[in-house]
């Protein structure tokens, strides 16, 4: 043996420290923290993926591309004179509709299905809209943009919705485009949001804000994710009824634009849960879970609405969130940033008490610029007072206040059904409607 075995011994023989040497723990310094060591190893780490994805691309890309492929489309929109559509190019998938009996281990393998779509990249894609022709090609996770730049207002028109979604949003206008891959004959419909003539544009976050997601708790948040559909997922009480009466106005609609943390292959889920519940439809703007999973949610929410206001920028806006995540911190930089461009902020409470204080420090602050940021502990408070703004109608405060008691009234009933159904404790999913009844009846 070469090392010594006594204790002592080892003390006497061990090296003596160094003075010069740097101490992490002396005074005037600090070892880095979990945030500055994850920057310094993000950079390495997003190389090493592009490195893994780019290998993985050449080798399965021409074998997909050769396959039988579709376009997904998501929501257009613009002005009558300039219009981009988003979409992406997959291969295909089979599902089933949603439906509200659906058991849970169902729900999660739908989700896993769109979890792991498969992109192809490289695929020509031309759009006719209006005689007017764009073309792009999809990039390494799928997507493409079509861009329309029209010297004359695109022609618009009612896209395919049921009789309440037409009264909800009677004057909104939208353009249809016809998307073909090069080379093939079958086309894909898509639709565009025109904006023209609107007293404001509203911005809405979704998860905790219009649906309920349980954010701020992760175990929660992941079972409801997980293991819903379009039809099992719950908006909160009198949001449709708000959103439907800051739409209205006469003679034209005004806009509403969905942002959200939630990744692209949600998009079909959320756009059929907007139709189900009765919420006005409108451009979703989501995240690409690949390329920009480590951007952050404020840093995609902050550039969707720089680029919304840029594009109307005679359009004033009312932004709508939540207190779960940072929604008023990114919505009151955005009233500092744009003087003018906002009307009213409308945070949802769902934190606690601190979070609360915190919000109402932020909401004194954005005071100072003209603006009253509203911590609302229902959509009935921010109804209130939209209509003091002259946001909404007395009618549209009307429809809130019987969404929201419709909404406690059916809660007491389903409570009181719990505690006194036979079998109590065993899960009973609700019933599918029958054959023919009208799926608005479920939203409020």
Do not use: C
Request: glycine letters at 8%; charged letters at 20%.
């Amino acid at each position: 043996m070469t090392g010594p075995t006594d204790p002592d011994q080892a003390a006497q023989t061990a090296p003596a420290p160094n003075p010069t040497a740097p101490n992490p723990t002396a005074p005037g310094r600090t070892a880095p923290n979990r945030k500055t060591l994850l920057r310094r190893l993000q950079p390495p780490f997003e190389r090493l993926l592009g490195l893994l994805d780019a290998r993985f691309s050449a080798f399965i890309q021409p074998r997909r591309r050769r396959a039988d492929i579709v376009i997904t489309p998501y929501t257009g929109w613009g002005t009558p004179q300039r219009l981009q559509l988003t979409g992406r190019v997959l291969l295909p998938r089979t599902s089933r509709p949603p439906r509200q009996a659906e058991p849970r281990w169902r729900n999660f393998l739908g989700i896993l299905r769109l979890l792991l779509s498969r992109a192809v990249e490289g695929v020509e894609i031309s759009g006719n809209l209006g005689g007017a022709v764009a073309r792009a090609t999809s990039d390494n996770d799928g997507f493409f943009t079509l861009v329309w730049e029209h010297g004359r207002p695109v022609q618009t028109q009612t896209p395919v919705q049921t009789q309440a979604q037409i009264q909800a949003q009677p004057d909104a206008e939208w353009a249809q485009a016809q998307l073909r891959i090069e080379g093939r004959d079958r086309t894909t419909q898509a639709q565009l949001r025109v904006v023209q003539g609107a007293r404001f544009g509203i911005i809405s976050d979704l998860d905790d804000t219009v649906i309920q997601s349980d954010v701020t708790s992760l175990p929660q948040m992941l079972g409801t994710v997980l293991s819903g559909n379009a039809r099992t997922r719950l908006p909160f009480p009198g949001v449709s009824a708000l959103y439907r009466a800051l739409v209205r106005e006469p003679g034209t609609s005004n806009p509403i634009f969905y942002v959200s943390s939630s990744p692209w292959n949600f998009f079909e889920l959320l756009w059929t849960f907007l139709k189900y519940r009765r919420l006005p439809l409108g451009p979703l703007f989501l995240r690409n879970w690949g390329a920009e999973l480590l951007s952050g949610h404020g840093h995609h929410k902050h550039a969707i609405i720089e680029a919304l206001m840029d594009r109307y920028p005679a359009l004033p806006f009312v932004l709508i969130g939540d207190s779960g995540e940072q929604d008023p911190e990114i919505y009151a930089e955005v009233v500092r940033r744009r003087p003018g461009r906002v009307l009213a902020v409308y945070i949802r409470k769902v934190g606690g008490a601190a979070r609360d204080e915190g919000v109402r420090t932020l909401s004194a602050e954005v005071r100072r610029s003209g603006v009253e940021l509203v911590l609302a502990r229902d959509s009935l408070a921010a109804a209130f007072h939209a209509m003091a703004m002259g946001l909404i109608t007395p009618a549209g405060l009307r429809a809130v206040i019987q969404s929201v008691e419709k909404s406690s009234v059916q809660g007491q009933l389903a409570a009181a059904w719990q505690e006194r159904r036979p079998g109590k404790g065993r899960l009973v999913e609700p019933r599918e409607p029958q054959q023919g009844a009208a799926p608005e009846a479920t939203g409020t």
